[in-house]
């Protein structure tokens, strides 16, 4: 092995003393092109797409009345996991931070669950932004939540 490093650093302190460059790496003379390569492109669908409806033959989900008046509660989203392990990681490592966190666990439609863990509820947005902050300065890409202060905690 120390023969072939011995020989690999003989074999490039002769190319760079020689000032003969490798052929590895080395680009062809660019020609610069005089004209379009296709002049006969047909731009129209710059003008149907925004006119077209996609239809998916899925229906549209029924998602209850969000308040946008009245109390709020904010809480972070900071991850979801399909291990429970996993959340239960990033919980005890977000708590020993000193953030109020919660797992709650969501059903899959492929069997299992989902296994989030959030950070909060926090009373007002600014406490909630600072404590994002926080947890971006770990990297971790959190999402804020606002919700009714009607609506319980999620279930764990």
């Known amino acids: 092995m120390g023969g072939v490093v011995l020989g690999g650093a003989v074999v490039l302190a002769i190319t760079y003393q020689s000032g003969t460059p490798s052929s590895i790496g080395t ?3 660019a020609t610069p092109v005089a004209e379009p390569v296709a ?3 047909d ?3 710059m003008d149907v797409l925004p006119n077209t409806e996609v239809k998916t033959g899925v229906a549209p989900v029924d998602q ?3 308040a946008r008046s009245g109390p709020k509660e904010y809480v972070l989203h900071a991850a979801q996991f399909l291990r429970e392990e ?3 990681v990033m919980q005890a490592e977000l708590m020993l931070d000193g953030l109020p966190v919660s797992l709650s666990t969501i059903p ?3 069997g299992g669950a989902w296994y989030r863990v959030l ?3 926090y ?7 600072e404590a994002l902050g926080h947890l971006r300065e770990r990297d971790i890409p959190a999402q804020i939540l606002a919700r009714p202060l009607s609506a319980a905690a999620p279930a764990t």
Do not use: I, K, Y
Request: no cysteine.
């Open 119 to 121: 950070v909060g509820p």
């Open 39 to 41: 002049t006969n492109v």
């Open 108 to 110: 899959r439609d492929l």
């Open 43 to 45: 731009w129209v669908f």
């Open 27 to 29: 680009t062809a003379e």
């Open 64 to 66: 209850p009345p969000v």
């Open 86 to 88: 996993d959340a239960q």
């Open 123 to 129: 009373s007002t947005e600014p406490d909630a932004q």
